[in-house]
């Protein structure tokens, strides 16, 4: 088996140049064979990356750095060694932690927004009814009989809304008398 040396102890003149390169020489001292099966990117694009010298696109180093310890300082500076330190990974999953709560947050915002936007169109008694529909929900959480009511009621077609209409009326009757 032909060992290979790490960059650190090549001269500069045979240094790995590009991150494709780099990332190829990490891949092969990871075990080509595992880091294909454990994040499924085949050989050949590895080498094509190498050979084409190609940058390689952020999302990548960090699903390699996650998966297989692949250090993103190694592969995009050439400094260092091809394994990720400890405090490389907490780093790296910390910011991606972090992304995905604002990106979350931002879809919560977005959903406010227009719901918010939507109120403002409505009328007084309309309002007032998406409140009380608020709070019978809120009141409810784990009763999801009530959300498939809802969820059917505004499903129907315009034509069957006065058949609901007089048949929840007379469910009105039945309950309270």
């Known amino acids: 088996m032909k060992k290979v040396k ?8 045979r240094a790995l140049g590009s991150e494709g390169k780099r990332l ?11 880091a294909v099966e454990r994040v499924n990117i085949t050989q050949h694009t590895f ?9 390689i ?31 490389e990974q907490m780093s790296i999953f910390g910011d ?7 990106s979350q947050k931002v879809k919560e915002d977005v959903q406010m927004k227009r719901v918010i ?18 709070h019978k929900l809120l009141q409810e959480k784990k009763n999801k009989n009530l959300r498939s009511v809802i969820s059917l009621i505004l499903n129907l077609p315009r034509s069957s809304y006065e ?9 009105e009757k039945k309950v309270y008398d």
């Open 24 to 34: 190829l020489h990490a891949v092969h001292q990871y075990g080509i064979q595992r």
């Open 117 to 134: 936007d939507l109120t403002l169109k409505l009328e007084l008694s309309d309002k007032e009814l998406l409140i009380n529909v608020c």
């Open 96 to 102: 991606l932690v972090t992304d995905l709560v604002k």
């Open 47 to 55: 080498q094509r990356w190498a050979r084409n010298d190609d940058k």
């Open 57 to 87: 696109e952020e999302l990548i180093l960090n699903e390699l750095l996650i998966q297989l310890g692949i250090s993103k300082t190694y592969i995009k500076t050439g400094k260092g060694i091809w394994q990720a330190t400890t405090e």
């Open 163 to 171: 058949s609901a209409y007089k048949q929840l009326l007379s469910l």
């Open 6 to 13: 790490d960059p650190e102890t090549l001269k500069p003149s």
